[in-house]
Nanobody, 122 residues
């Protein structure tokens, strides 16, 4: 099994930047694709970004393209999400996940973290 723990969330203002981290353990980190999802109050879980096992391929939801960057450090078994120019609509609980494929489908990710809250005010 893969265990994942998110950190780095907080309360910010529009235009701020923030980096989320996801520490993993339990299995060989580089064997898994990784992703970030988010869920705002009253809304469905939403895909944010994904990265393949090597870090060579990255995928983003349209609303975060140009603002967010997903990356991974396989030597440290850590996943990151750099978020720039944050907007109030980015407010959500952010979850990291591990799976076999780097896709936008939550069904493709079998292991999940507990989530970290990101709140962006106007």
């Amino acid at each position: 099994q893969v265990q994942l723990v998110e950190s780095g969330g907080g309360l910010l203002q529009a235009g701020d930047s923030l980096r989320l981290s996801c520490a993993t353990s339990g299995r060989t980190f580089s064997d898994y694709a990784l992703g970030w999802f988010r869920q705002a109050p009253g809304k469905e879980r939403e895909f944010v970004a994904a990265i393949n096992w090597s870090g060579e391929s990255r995928y983003y939801e349209d609303s975060v393209k140009g603002r967010f960057t997903i990356s991974r450090d396989n030597a440290q078994n850590t996943l990151y999400l750099q978020m720039n120019n944050l907007k109030p609509e980015d407010t959500a609980v952010y979850y990291c996940a591990a799976g076999k494929l780097a896709t936008s489908r939550y069904q493709d990710f079998g292991s999940w973290g507990q989530g970290t809250q990101v709140t962006v005010s106007s």
